[in-house]
Every structure is written in C-alpha cells, then in structure tokens.
C-alpha cells in the first residue's frame, strides 16, 4: 500500500535543535522521525526565516551547500545536493541576507561521542514577505504552546496517557506528543523554548503585527481539541488540493481561479481560506508570492 506524504509540522528553531532522539522505522522505506524535546514527531517540516550564509562545500560541477536559516528562536542548518535539485538552484541564486520559507525533510547526525545533531533536507525553497513570517509565527507559537500545555498537565499526573490528555482537552496529537516526551526525555526544561516563544511573538508586535488579530497568550487560548474540530474535512480538502492542482500554470495557481472553481464545488471563501491554510500547514502546498498557491 502506498504511503501518504508526511505532513510538514511547524516547530521553532529552539525546539528543534534541542532534539536528541530520532524513531527510526523498522520497516524497509519507513519513514524516520526526529523527536524534540516536546514530543513533537517530525519527518517533514516548514520553516521560514532569514537566510543568514550559505557555503558551497562541494564542487562547481557538483555542488553540495550548506546554509544557515535563522528565525527569532535560533538557527536551522541545511544541506542541499544533487538530490534536492530545487532547493540547490534557490540556493546558488539567492544572497545572505534573504527572507525565505522552506519545505523540507529531517536530517540526522551522530558523533562518536554520541552528540546528536539535527538539521534539515530543503525540498523546496521560496522567497516570503514579512506578512508570511508573521502568520508562520503565530501558528509556530499556536502549535508549539499546545505542546507545553499538555506537557505541564502530564506533568501533574502519576500515570501520564493519551487517554486522560484527551479527556482533559488536548487533541489527540498533542496528548500523544506529551506522554512521547516522556518517555524520551523524563521531565523538560521548558523555560528556554517559553522564552523563544515570546521572542518570535516580540518580533510579530514590533512590526506591528497586530493587524494579524489576536497573538496567542503563554497561559491561555482554545484548547486543541477545540481547534481540531474546527479544521475543515478530509473531502472538502482534497477538492480544493485537486483544483489548485488542476487551475496551476507554471508559477502556480491563481488565487482567484480556485475562488472560482471552488464557488462551483459548493466551497465558500471561508471554507477555502480554512482550507488552504491547513494544507500550507502541512507543506503541501506552499505560497510562493501573494496571490499564487503550488503544491509542493
């Protein structure tokens, strides 16, 4: 049977680089999975930051680069060669300093000391605007403060399960994130990644990302079983990942165009924003400028 493309998860820099454990599959092809601190599994993800410097560490016929992304909570590292074609071109064209978004998978490395470093496969690489950076953010945050909650809540018990998180208003992710942690880690410091998190959000409010609405709060916000349910379905989904398949030229689809083809299917513009948003969540689809959808 084949297997369904990994969502691409959202975690900030800080999370990420303070990994120490990967789930590799026993499977032959499974995917494998870099665990961080706060139980998060992630074999893909989407990143957005700043490109801060890029080293070609191979040759000019056969180049191998190796770059730094930074975003308000630290540094991702990236390698790109011959098999991630795209994000090699992106990166032998752009310069440091440059505001990019990317799509990409875990790549894992261990010392002989047994230092474990994580860092990231790039399979696609795009410019962004400081709007696109400041939603990426909020959403991170979102994402990232749902890990904390659940974690500090297994904290409290004596038996830590997925099945009390859920009762207690955790989604089932998240629940299953906490208890992962747990087992991996004992109990994390959390101060350090609660600290990034203001910093990103810092960022979003000195550029006057109010506009956006209302950030997240450390303490507080809907719950995530809440958010889930509001998530738009499976069908609805997949129609709209068909039409931006089916409306796309060769930058992308217009975001006008799958308004439109959407309104015949029956999906309001709300549904859609809904929608898209979550497969831009997930990296399957990515905006490459304002107005264009394409799928990764």
């Not at 930074?70 to 310069?95: I, V």
């Not at 859920?166 to 089932?172: I, K, L, R």
């Not at 994130?177 to 990644?193: F, K, M, N, T, W």
């Not at 979003?204 to 349910?229: C, D, F, H, N, Y």
Request: some cysteine.
């Amino acid at each position: 049977m084949a297997r369904t493309r990994e969502a691409a998860r959202r975690v900030f820099a800080v999370e990420y680089n303070s990994s120490q454990h990967e789930d590799r599959g026993l499977e032959e092809n499974a995917p494998n999975y870099v665990i961080t601190p706060l139980g998060e599994s992630v074999n893909r993800m989407y990143l957005i930051g700043v490109l801060m410097s890029k080293t070609n560490n191979g040759t000019d016929d056969s180049p191998m680069y190796r770059a730094e992304i930074r975003d308000p909570t630290g540094t991702f590292y990236l390698y790109a060669g011959q098999y991630q074609p795209q994000a090699l071109t992106a990166l032998a064209q752009l310069e440091p300093p440059a505001l990019l978004g990317v799509v990409g998978k875990i790549r894992t490395f261990v010392r002989d000391d047994g230092s474990f470093y994580a860092s990231v496969k790039p399979e696609v690489i795009f410019p962004v605007d400081i709007p696109q950076r400041d939603r990426w953010i909020i959403s991170t945050a979102r994402f990232t403060m749902d890990r904390i909650r659940a974690l500090k809540d297994a904290y409290g018990m004596d038996d830590p399960n997925e099945k009390d998180l859920v009762e207690m208003g955790h989604s089932g992710r998240t629940a299953a994130s906490a208890v992962r942690s747990i087992g991996i880690y004992g109990q994390v410091d959390l101060e350090p990644i609660k600290k990034g998190i203001r910093d990103a959000l810092d960022l979003v409010l000195e550029g006057g990302g109010e506009s956006l609405g209302e950030l997240p709060k450390m303490e507080s916000g809907p719950s995530p079983k809440e958010a889930e349910k509001e998530k738009p379905g499976a069908e609805v989904k997949d129609t709209v990942f068909a039409i931006i398949k089916a409306t796309m030229g060769n930058k992308g689809a217009l975001y006008r165009d799958i308004i439109e083809e959407c309104a015949k299917k029956g999906i309001d513009k709300i549904q859609l924003e809904e929608t898209i948003q979550e497969l831009l969540d997930e990296g399957l689809v990515y905006e490459p400028t304002i107005g264009i959808i394409k799928p990764v």
